[in-house]
C-alpha cells in the first residue's frame, strides 16, 4: 500500500463526492429518481481508482482500509446533502449545482 495515494485517495473521494451529495440532496426534493441513482453511482469509478492507486488489494487485509474509502464516500455525499438542505433553508434555490453556495455572500449560504 502506498500511504501518500491513500491519503491523497481518501481527500479526492471526499471532496469529489460532496458536488454529488449537493446533486443527490436536490434530485431526492424534486423525486427524480434516475437524477438520484446518477448522483450516486457517477463517482464510484473514481473511488475504485484511488483505492487502485493507493494499491488497495480486494484480500482480508486490505478489506479494513477498503471500508475507510467507503466512509469517505458517504461522508463527502452527507456533506453535500447538509450543503444542499442549508442552502434550501436560506432560500438560496440552489438547484443541481453547488456553485450558488459562492454567487453571492458565503457567510449567508452556510
Known amino acids: 500500500m502506498n500511504a501518500m495515494w491513500f491519503t491523497v485517495g481518501l481527500i479526492v473521494t471526499f471532496f469529489a463526492n460532496m458536488p454529488f ?31 487502485y492507486m493507493a494499491g488497495l488489494s480486494w484480500n482480508l487485509e486490505g478489506a479494513p ?32 449545482s453547488m456553485t450558488v453556495l459562492w454567487s453571492g455572500n458565503v457567510e449567508e449560504a452556510i
Open 21 to 51: 451529495g449537493f446533486w443527490r440532496a436536490h434530485a431526492k426534493r424534486t423525486g427524480n429518481k434516475a437524477e438520484w441513482a446518477l448522483a450516486v453511482h457517477l463517482p464510484v469509478p473514481l473511488v475504485v481508482l484511488m483505492r
Open 65 to 96: 482500509l477498503i471500508l475507510v474509502f467507503v466512509l469517505a464516500y458517504f461522508l463527502g455525499q452527507r456533506t453535500g446533502g447538509r450543503l444542499y438542505t442549508k442552502a434550501h433553508e436560506r432560500g438560496l434555490n440552489p438547484g443541481r
